[in-house]
C-alpha cells in the first residue's frame, strides 16, 4: 500500500468514526440524562422502555430494506443525509413532546440511524482493510466512538449543568446534539468520497439494481451470516442490561444525580476506548479468530455476573459498586466492538458486504425490541434489590446463550474455512 493510499484510508476512517460517536446520542439520551427525562419529561421506567422497543422494532424492521439499499446507494449520500435528518428529530424532541411523540420520534431516530446510516458504516469500515485488520478497524472504531462520544456527552453535561440543571437546561443539551450531528452531516457530505462503479469482467459498468437484487439473494442464502447475527443478539442482550447500573446505583447506593450522569457516560461511552483496542488486538493478534474471542469473553461475563449478583450491595462503598460495574461493562465492550468481525471469517464475498452486515443487523440488534422493556418491567413491579438481582441474572442467562451459539458458530467457521472464496 502506497504512502497516499495508506493516508486516504486511515482520513476516511476519522471522518467515518466522528459520525459514527455523533449519530447516536439523541437516540442514546437516556445514557447521561435518564434521571432528568423521567423528572422533565415525565417518564416512566416502562415508557423509557418502551420508546427504547419501537427504536428497536423498527431497526429490525427496517435492516431488510437495508439489505438492499446499503449496497445499491452511495455511501456518502446516505451518510450525510441521515445525520442531517438525525438533527431535525432531535430539534423535535427538545419541544418536549408527548409519550406519543416521544415513541415516534425514537422511531425517526432508528429509521435514519439504524437503517439508513449504520450497516452502509460498517459496510465502509470492512472494506477499509483485509482479513488481518478486521478486529484492529473495529476495535479502534469503537474507540474512536468513544472517544468522540465521551467528549461531546461531556460537553452536553456541561451544558446541563450551566442552564441551571432544569427542563431549559436538558432542552439546552439536546439542541447541542442536534446542531453537532447536523455539523458532522455536512462535514461528512464535503469529505466522505462517493462509491465507486462496479464494472464487470468486460469493464462494463454493472446495473446497480440487478447487483444490489442478486447481493441480497446471495447473503440471505449464507447460513452463517444468520449465526453471527444470533452470536451479535446474545451480546446485545446483554450489553442492553448495561443501562440499568445507572438507576442501580442511585438507588441502591444512593449515588448523587450529577456523578450517576457522569458514571453513565463513562459507563456507555468511556469503556469504548479501553473496550475497543483491547478487544481488536486480542481478536487479531492472540485468538486470531473473533468467535473464538467472544465465546471465552462470554463466559468469563457469566461467571463475573454470578459473581456480582452474590455480593452484598446494600453495605459496600459506593465506589465499590462502580468499581465492579465498569469492570464487567469493559468486558461487554471488548466483545462489542468486535462482534461484526466474524463477518469476515465466514468468507462473506465483499462486494456483498453491505447486505451481509444488513442482515447481521437484523436479528443481532432485535434485542432492543424487548429486552429494555423486559428489564424496565421488572424494576417497576419488583422495587428494590429483588428487581436489579432478576435483571442480572437474565444477562447471564443470555451470556450462557451466546457461548452455545458461539460454538456452532465456530464449527462453521472450520468447515468455511475450507472453502474458496466466491468474489
Known amino acids: ?46 415508557q423509557i422502555g418502551a420508546a427504547l422497543s419501537v427504536y428497536g422494532l423498527v431497526q429490525t424492521i427496517g435492516n431488510f430494506a437495508s439489505i438492499y439499499i446499503s449496497d445499491r446507494f452511495s455511501k456518502r449520500k446516505m451518510i450525510s443525509f441521515s445525520l442531517v435528518c438525525i438533527g431535525l428529530v432531535g430539534i423535535y424532541i427538545s419541544t418536549f413532546p408527548g409519550y406519543m ?36 478497524l473495529f476495535g479502534f472504531l469503537e474507540a474512536g466512538r468513544g472517544v468522540v462520544d465521551t467528549i461531546v ?39 466522505v468520497e462517493d462509491d465507486k462503479a462496479i464494472v464487470d469482467k468486460d469493464g462494463k459498468e454493472v446495473n446497480k439494481n440487478k447487483a444490489a437484487m442478486a447481493g441480497v439473494i446471495q447473503a440471505v442464502k449464507t447460513p452463517e451470516i444468520w449465526v453471527v447475527s444470533l452470536t451479535i443478539a446474545s451480546i446485545y442482550s446483554v450489553y442492553c442490561g448495561l443501562t440499568y447500573f445507572i438507576p442501580f446505583l442511585k438507588d441502591i447506593y444512593g449515588m448523587p444525580v450529577t456523578l450517576v450522569g457522569a458514571y453513565g457516560i463513562i459507563n456507555q461511552y468511556g469503556l469504548k476506548m479501553v473496550g475497543g483496542p483491547v478487544g481488536g488486538m486480542l481478536v487479531d493478534k492472540k ?49 462489542r466492538a468486535v462482534f461484526f468481525a466474524p463477518v469476515d471469517e465466514i468468507k462473506v464475498p465483499r462486494h456483498i458486504s453491505g447486505a451481509a452486515m444488513s442482515i447481521a443487523c437484523i436479528f443481532g440488534y432485535c434485542p432492543q425490541m424487548f429486552a429494555f422493556t423486559l428489564y424496565g418491567s421488572m424494576l417497576d413491579r419488583n422495587p428494590g434489590m429483588a428487581g436489579y438481582r432478576m435483571v442480572f441474572s437474565t444477562m447471564v442467562g443470555f451470556a450462557v446463550l451466546g457461548v452455545l451459539i458461539t460454538t456452532l458458530l465456530i464449527n462453521m467457521i472450520k468447515k468455511k474455512q475450507n472453502e474458496p472464496v466466491a468474489e
Open 153 to 191: 456527552a461531556f460537553s452536553a453535561l456541561g451544558i446541563f449543568a450551566l442552564l441551571g440543571k432544569g427542563s431549559a437546561a436538558l432542552r439546552g443539551s439536546i439542541l447541542f446534539f442536534s446542531g453537532t450531528v447536523i455539523l458532522v452531516g455536512i462535514m461528512c457530505y464535503l469529505l
Open 287 to 335: 485468538f486470531k479468530s473473533a468467535a473464538k474471542f467472544l465465546r471465552v469473553a462470554l463466559v468469563v461475563a457469566a461467571a463475573a455476573m454470578v459473581g456480582f449478583i452474590f455480593l452484598p450491595h446494600e453495605s459496600m462503598n459506593v465506589y465499590v459498586g462502580m468499581a465492579c460495574t465498569l469492570g464487567f461493562g469493559a468486558i461487554i465492550f471488548c466483545m
Open 101 to 136: 411523540g416521544i415513541l415516534i420520534a425514537w422511531g425517526l431516530l432508528s429509521f435514519f440511524g439504524e437503517v439508513v446510516y449504520w450497516p452502509v458504516l460498517l459496510k465502509a469500515i470492512r472494506l477499509l482493510g483485509d482479513e488481518t485488520e478486521q478486529g484492529r
Open 1 to 46: 500500500m502506497t504512502k497516499n493510499s495508506n493516508f486516504k484510508k486511515w482520513f476516511t476512517f476519522v471522518v467515518l468514526v466522528i459520525s459514527g460517536g455523533t449519530i447516536f446520542k439523541l437516540s442514546s439520551l437516556k445514557d447521561a440524562f435518564y434521571v432528568p427525562m423521567q423528572e422533565f419529561m415525565g417518564l416512566s421506567h416502562t
